[in-house]
C-alpha cells in the first residue's frame, strides 16, 4: 500500500516538470501518445518497477495493464496477459449475480465481452466511465468551452415521455448531481456485486432492459455534450 501511495504522490507532484524545455508546451497526442522516460518528467522508475512487479506476481489479483501519463506523455506501459476463457470457464456457463444471462454484455465471466470486448484491446470500463466524463466536462467548464449550466435538469437529456416513474424528484435531478454522484436515487451499493442485493445486479437483471438502457443514454449523452463543446483537436 505504500508504494502505491508514493507512486500516487508522484504523479500528482507540481506539474513544474511538465513545463520542459519547450516553452511551457507539452506535447498532447490525438491518435496515440508521445513515449518519454519516467525520469525525463521528475518520476522515479524504480518505484514504477517495483509496483509493475507486484502486478505482475498477482499481488492485487487479476489486473491487465499499467500504464502512467505525465505531461502529455506516455512514460511506463505493460501488461499482464491471463486466459479468462480458462479462468471463468465455469462461470461463464453457470447463472448467477453476475451473469443473470449466460448470453450478451451482462454475463461478466464471459471472455467474448469481458474484460476486452470481442478479442479487441477494447476493454471493459464501468464506472471509469464516470470519471472520465466528469473531468472531461470539468475541463470544457475550465476552458469556457462548455455552455450549459450544471444546474440544467438531467430529464432536459431525454424524451421525458419515455423516461418511468418521472416525479417531482427527477425533475430537480440536475447534471451537476449525476456527475457528482448526488442524485439521491435508492442503490444499494455497499454490498459485493455478486451479492444478490446488489442493484448492480438487479439493474442488468431487468428482462426489458428499460433502466440500463437509460443508464446508458444519460452516460452517452454526457459524452456527446462534453464533445460539441471542445474544440476538434481534443476530442
Given amino acids: 500500500m505504500q508504494r502505491v501511495l ?3 504522490a508522484l504523479l500528482v507532484a507540481p506539474i513544474a516538470w511538465c513545463a520542459g524545455d519547450a516553452g511551457g508546451k507539452t506535447p498532447w497526442p490525438t491518435h496515440g501518445w508521445s513515449p518519454a522516460t519516467p525520469a525525463s518528467v521528475g518520476l522515479d522508475e524504480t518505484v514504477l518497477a517495483a509496483l509493475d512487479h507486484d502486478l505482475a506476481r498477482g499481488k492485487y489479483s487479476l489486473v ?28 461463464a456457463r453457470m447463472k448467477g449475480p453476475l451473469n443473470a444471462r449466460l448470453t450478451g454484455r ?14 479487441t ?3 471493459t470500463m464501468q464506472s471509469v466511465s464516470k470519471t472520465v466524463t466528469s473531468a472531461i466536462i470539468g475541463v470544457a467548464i475550465t ?16 424524451d421525458i415521455a419515455k423516461v418511468k416513474n418521472v416525479d417531482d424528484r427527477k425533475r430537480r435531478m440536475t447534471l451537476q448531481n ?6 439521491g436515487l435508492d442503490w444499494v451499493e455497499d454490498v459485493p456485486y455478486d451479492d444478490p442485493r446488489s442493484d448492480s445486479s438487479l439493474m442488468e437483471r431487468q428482462a426489458d432492459g428499460a433502466r440500463t438502457r437509460n ?10 455534450v462534453a464533445r460539441l463543446h471542445l474544440p476538434k483537436g481534443d476530442r
Fill in 6 to 8: 508514493l507512486v500516487a
Fill in 215 to 224: 443508464s446508458i443514454q444519460l452516460q452517452q449523452r454526457c459524452y456527446r
Fill in 64 to 91: 491487465d495493464t499499467f500504464q502512467v501519463f505525465r505531461c502529455g506523455a506516455e512514460v511506463y506501459s505493460r501488461k499482464y496477459d491471463h486466459d479468462y476463457g480458462k479462468l471463468y470457464s465455469k462461470e
Fill in 143 to 158: 476552458r469556457g468551452d462548455f455552455k450549459s449550466g450544471l444546474d440544467r435538469p438531467v430529464l432536459s437529456y431525454f
Fill in 178 to 183: 449525476v456527475l457528482t454522484m448526488t442524485t
Fill in 106 to 119: 451482462y454475463n461478466y465471466f464471459d471472455p467474448v465481452w469481458h474484460p476486452y470486448y470481442h478479442g
Fill in 121 to 123: 484491446d477494447l476493454h
